[in-house]
């Protein structure tokens, strides 16, 4: 059965010239071995920076951009490779490249961002704070673009859809994030976006050596162990990925509970407001796990105390602090 099933995925019977070509493709082997690094590392070197420069600016158009040219996913993809092939050389070789290649992003992050760390705040940058709460919801995205990308490197009919899996993967801007965040010193921010590149990382090798495997790839191997190798590798990623779920559900949770809770204090603000010629620009958890609540108009407020009642028992003891915006101040700055 699952020989047919790879048939139909790859769309012929993989062969030695067939394993070939993913090896020149997902491994830095052979005699164009050095060309190949020094390639690796100077597109790495360029994305990292522009996913710097991108996320700093707040910039979505140019993160994206730096998903597009890393050079990346193919030693993860080189990793996932040499497990399904049992492969253990192969599989040291491609793990050595990519913690490098980890490294590397983040240390571009790093000191880019250390010249500018006093004229940027990088909790008030979109793109550099949804880096760094994942949850159990990119664990699966990551899970099936791991498997798109397999699927699209081991086809050459498919092959043109890479450029939309490295941007669904997003490798390079989670590590460059992290550079950024150790430069700015928010060392627990950093390890929030660690964990969301590390959950990408273990995904693709996870679904990229079970989908490499079910097409094939693993049946033409010459190595005497090669079995207890595959079986290994799974094994860890796998462990991994299982472990890697605790943070993520319990971060996913959290974020279901914060949200809950700007929910209900904005509802309950909307009616709080009513005739009082105030309304509700944004609600929002500060860092301190309270409640601030944005309100533009002017006059006199109504009293907290009611606001509060309204929430009592529903916002899990949290305060709330109201920041009033006078609607002339407010126009005058948004001409």
Do not use: C
Request: aromatic share 8%.
């Amino acid at each position: 059965m699952w020989e047919s099933i790879g048939t139909l995925l790859h769309g012929d019977p993989v062969d030695k010239a067939e394993v070939k070509r993913m090896r020149d493709l997902v491994l830095f082997e052979g005699r164009e071995r050095n060309k190949k690094i020094v390639k690796f590392f100077f597109l790495l070197i360029l994305s990292s920076g522009i996913a710097t420069y991108g996320l700093l600016g707040d910039s979505v158009a140019v993160v994206i951009g730096a998903m597009i040219i890393t050079p990346l996913m193919l030693p993860i993809m080189g990793l996932a490779f040499s497990i399904s092939a049992g492969d253990s050389s192969s599989m040291k070789h491609s793990l050595l490249l990519s913690i490098g290649g980890i490294i590397t992003a983040i240390a571009v992050g790093f000191f880019l961002t250390l010249p500018l760390s006093h004229f940027y705040q990088p909790e008030s940058i979109e793109q550099v704070m949804v880096r760094t709460a994942p949850r159990l919801l990119d664990l699966l995205a990551a899970l099936v673009t791991g498997f798109a990308g397999a699927f699209a490197m081991s086809r050459h009919d498919v092959s043109d859809t890479l450029p939309g899996v490295a941007i669904a993967i997003s490798l390079v801007p989670p590590l460059a994030n992290v550079g950024i965040l150790l430069a700015s010193s928010n060392y627990s921010l950093a390890m929030g976006s660690m964990l969301l590149f590390m959950t990408n990382y273990f995904a693709i090798i996870i679904t990229g050596a079970v989908l490499f495997g079910v097409m094939g790839f693993s049946k033409i191997s010459i190595l005497e162990q090669s079995l207890s190798v595959k079986r290994k590798g799974i094994a860890l990623a796998l462990v991994m990925v299982l472990l890697i779920s605790v943070p993520l559900g319990f971060t996913g949770y959290n974020i279901s509970i914060d949200h809950g809770i700007t929910k209900t204090v904005n509802d309950a603000s909307n009616v709080w407001l009513v005739d009082s010629g105030y309304e509700v620009i944004s609600t929002e958890i500060t860092s301190d796990k309270n409640v601030l609540l944005r309100v533009i108009g002017d006059g006199e407020l109504p009293a907290l105390e009611r606001l509060e009642e309204m929430v009592k028992g529903k916002i899990y003891g949290r305060s709330i602090k109201v920041e009033v915006v006078h609607s002339s101040t407010y126009h005058l700055n948004h001409k």
